[in-house]
């Protein structure tokens, strides 16, 4: 076998599981070497535990040599993508686009009622900070319901929750009520997430990155919808009418639910091959294609929605980076949405208090309502979510989603030095316009690559237990960017400029580049040791190993 050529994913595969080395062998000597998708298919694939080593023939060859066979991932490569992805990028992305609205309300509503009911700085924070605690405690949570019970079940039940919760929250009476019911809306909300899980499992590998980063185009709607609907509502109808409007994306998305599908790779993973089947089948027809032919391969179903399994020595690195990453991206991006909605209402009031040799600007921050030009500011900021979100999408599938989640917390940072200056409102803008830009970029990466490096096992609980650090991180900002703004403008900023510049340095050392690679449908190539095995007791019958989408190619 001397003759034949060596291709470069051994490395990936050892990381996957050291105790199996994958080593794959183009089917013609002289071949070149290359790691098209489309060749993928002819190769050969031997693997060896310790000293034996065992050719299990062709990757797509099953037990039967007559019957072909193909995986979920065959599958909606095959399909592409069409009109179903357009239908499903609509349903999922109301999801997010009430996420952003429910988040987006904090920085109009906390001015109002801080002014209203005369609230003292903290308890204004709170009224943030609830909603992030109830989100931090349910993201876990609903990522191990999508799971166990799919990612359509997790993602219809928070919905629910979140409009149900959301709209009771317009009739609070008193203070205490809006803590109660904000935080079971923020409760809901930690399962939004899970709209990226089951969207990204429909996705074909080329076009995953574009459309996941397209989608959260609805969160910047959301947010400009939201800074919209504040300017009419709140100057005539109050901060009551503009909870209960805000709700209106729910209402449409509940409405509609019912023809969400259940993911066909969650379906395998469960044992349900026909419903996974079925599913297919209705893609296909959707988008005028055509269902591979053969059988559809169903992987051992293995245990699911276990925290311990992102904690395995092929996932700790990986896990506690993305909880860091995910943790100073939350906390620098809310802390930017507050922090702006406060320098504005200081405007030009910004003094210089001189303590010996000691100079530092303070913001004069009373209680203030919200101006026209207010609003108009905080639309334009909020707007900036939308050249984040094409800059991050030209980037990412050319220099990759490690170096293109650092550079956006790289230049977060930078943008955020020149507001140790006393700055005028303009520059101000323009500063904050750019930063957000940038940090909103590095979220909207974050969510690509994390679906990308789980295995779908534990797809959904990877993607809950990110998004709970960063509400962790959400729920600490407010008492930064709100209280702490008012003792010291520069230690505020300087929480926020070196969080992000150790997130850089997280980005970089993330083990792996998921970019080009597809989604992992099992945590471990155990099934293709049981399979060696079969073939060993079969008098030399060739079986068919478990086939893991990224063997293509890997790069280090």
Same mark, same amino acid.
């Given at each position: 076998?001397?003759?034949?050529?060596?291709?470069?994913?051994?490395?990936?595969?050892?990381?996957?599981?050291?105790?199996?080395?994958?080593?794959?062998?183009?089917?013609?000597?002289?071949?070149?070497?290359?790691?098209?998708?489309?060749?993928? =298919?002819?190769?050969?694939?031997?693997?060896?535990?310790?000293?034996?080593?065992?050719?299990?023939?062709?990757?797509?060859?099953?037990?039967?040599?007559?019957?072909?066979?193909?995986?979920?991932?065959?599958?909606?490569?095959?399909?592409?993508?069409?009109?179903?992805?357009?239908?499903?990028?609509?349903?999922?992305?109301?999801?997010?686009?009430?996420?952003?609205?429910?988040?987006?309300?904090?920085?109009?509503?906390?001015?109002?009622?801080?002014?209203?009911?005369?609230?003292?700085?903290?308890?204004?924070?709170?009224?943030?900070?609830?909603? #992030?605690?109830?989100?931090?405690?349910?993201?876990?949570?609903?990522?191990?319901?999508?799971?166990?019970?799919?990612?359509?079940?997790?993602?219809?039940?928070?919905?629910?929750?979140?409009?149900?919760?959301?709209?009771?929250?317009?009739?609070?009476?008193?203070?205490?009520?809006?803590?109660?019911?904000?935080?079971?809306?923020?409760?809901?909300?930690?399962?939004?997430?899970?709209?990226?899980?089951?969207?990204?499992?429909?996705?074909?590998?080329?076009?995953?990155?574009? =459309?996941?980063?397209?989608?959260?185009?609805?969160?910047?709607?959301?947010?400009?919808?939201?800074?919209?609907?504040?300017?009419?509502?709140?100057?005539?109808?109050?901060?009551?009418?503009?909870?209960?409007?805000?709700?209106?994306?729910?209402?449409?998305?509940?409405?509609?639910?019912?023809?969400?599908?259940?993911?066909?790779?969650?379906?395998?993973?469960?044992?349900?091959?026909?419903?996974?089947?079925?599913?297919?089948?209705?893609?296909?027809?959707?988008?005028?294609?055509?269902?591979?032919?053969?059988?559809?391969?169903?992987?051992?179903?293995?245990?699911?929605?276990?925290?311990?399994?992102?904690?395995?020595?092929?996932?700790?690195?990986?896990?506690?980076?993305?909880? #860091?990453?995910?943790?100073?991206?939350?906390?620098?991006?809310?802390?930017?949405?507050?922090?702006?909605?406060?320098?504005?209402?200081?405007?030009?009031?910004?003094?210089?208090?001189?303590?010996?040799?000691?100079?530092?600007?303070? =913001?004069?921050?009373?209680?203030?309502?919200?101006?026209?030009?207010?609003?108009?500011?905080?639309?334009?900021?909020?707007?900036?979510?939308?050249?984040?979100?094409?800059?991050?999408?030209?980037?990412?599938?050319?220099?990759?989603?490690?170096?293109?989640?650092?550079?956006?917390?790289?230049?977060?940072?930078?943008?955020?030095?020149?507001?140790?200056?006393?700055?005028?409102?303009?520059?101000?803008?323009?500063?904050? #316009?750019?930063?957000?830009?940038?940090?909103?970029?590095?979220?909207?990466?974050?969510?690509?690559?994390?679906?990308?490096?789980?295995?779908?096992?534990?797809?959904?609980?990877?993607?809950?237990?990110?998004?709970?650090?960063?509400?962790?991180?959400?729920?600490?900002?407010?008492?930064?960017?709100?209280?702490?703004?008012?003792?010291?403008?520069?230690?505020?900023?300087?929480?926020?400029?070196?969080?992000?510049?150790?997130?850089?340095?997280?980005?970089?050392?993330?083990?792996?580049?998921?970019?080009?690679?597809?989604?992992?449908?099992?945590?471990?190539?155990?099934?293709?040791?049981?399979?060696?095995?079969?073939?060993?007791?079969?008098?030399?019958?060739?079986?068919?190993?478990?086939?893991?989408?990224?063997?293509?190619?890997?790069?280090?």
């Amino acid at each position: 076998m001397s003759n034949w050529g060596e291709t470069s994913n051994i490395s990936y595969q050892q990381w996957r599981d050291p105790e199996i080395s994958v080593v794959t062998f183009r089917g013609t000597a002289g071949d070149s070497l290359r790691h098209d998708e489309e060749e993928q =298919c002819g190769d050969y694939e031997v693997y060896t535990t310790g000293m034996q080593t065992v050719d299990l023939g062709e990757r797509r060859t099953g037990q039967d040599p007559t019957e072909d066979t193909f995986t979920v991932e065959d599958a909606v490569e095959a399909i592409g993508f069409g009109k179903f992805q357009w239908k499903l990028s609509i349903l999922t992305g109301l999801s997010w686009m009430a996420d952003a609205m429910e988040m987006m309300i904090l920085s109009v509503i906390s001015p109002q009622l801080h002014c209203e009911w005369m609230l003292p700085s903290w308890k204004v924070a709170m009224l943030t900070s609830v909603v #992030f605690i109830g989100m931090m405690f349910s993201s876990t949570l609903w990522g191990n319901i999508s799971d166990k019970y799919g990612r359509k079940v997790g993602l219809t039940m928070c919905m629910m929750w979140v409009l149900y919760y959301g709209f009771l929250s317009a009739f609070s009476p008193a203070y205490g009520w809006v803590m109660v019911l904000r935080g079971l809306v923020g409760f809901g909300i930690g399962g939004a997430p899970q709209s990226v899980t089951l969207y990204s499992e429909f996705l074909p590998r080329k076009s995953r990155a574009t =459309c996941i980063m397209l989608i959260q185009i609805f969160w910047a709607l959301g947010a400009v919808f939201e800074v919209l609907l504040a300017i009419w509502t709140m100057p005539t109808m109050g901060w009551r009418w503009l909870l209960g409007l805000s709700t209106a994306p729910l209402v449409v998305f509940v409405i509609f639910c019912f023809w969400l599908p259940e993911s066909p790779r969650f379906d395998v993973l469960s044992g349900n091959r026909e419903n996974a089947m079925k599913t297919l089948r209705l893609i296909a027809a959707d988008n005028g294609k055509t269902m591979p032919l053969g059988k559809l391969i169903a992987n051992k179903q293995e245990e699911r929605g276990r925290i311990r399994d992102l904690l395995t020595p092929q996932y700790r690195r990986t896990t506690l980076l993305l909880w #860091f990453i995910w943790f100073a991206n939350a906390f620098s991006y809310y802390g930017l949405v507050l922090l702006t909605t406060e320098l504005f209402q200081a405007g030009d009031a910004c003094g210089v208090i001189t303590q010996g040799a000691k100079t530092e600007p303070k =913001c004069k921050l009373e209680c203030k309502y919200l101006t026209l030009d207010d609003y108009k500011d905080l639309l334009w900021t909020t707007l900036a979510e939308f050249p984040g979100l094409f800059v991050t999408l030209f980037l990412i599938d050319r220099i990759g989603r490690k170096k293109s989640m650092a550079m956006c917390f790289l230049m977060f940072s930078v943008c955020i030095l020149p507001l140790y200056a006393c700055v005028g409102r303009v520059a101000l803008t323009v500063f904050i #316009f750019i930063a957000r830009a940038f940090i909103t970029g590095g979220f909207q990466v974050a969510y690509v690559y994390t679906p990308e490096v789980y295995p779908t096992a534990t797809r959904a609980l990877g993607i809950g237990t990110c998004s709970g650090m960063a509400r962790g991180g959400a729920l600490l900002t407010p008492f930064v960017s709100q209280v702490l703004l008012k003792k010291s403008v520069y230690l505020t900023l300087s929480v926020y400029c070196i969080f992000c510049l150790l997130a850089t340095g997280a980005s970089m050392l993330l083990p792996i580049e998921t970019t080009g690679l597809g989604l992992q449908e099992s945590s471990r190539i155990t099934a293709g040791k049981e399979e060696m095995k079969t073939g060993q007791m079969s008098n030399g019958s060739k079986a068919s190993p478990t086939h893991t989408s990224y063997g293509s190619s890997y790069n280090s």
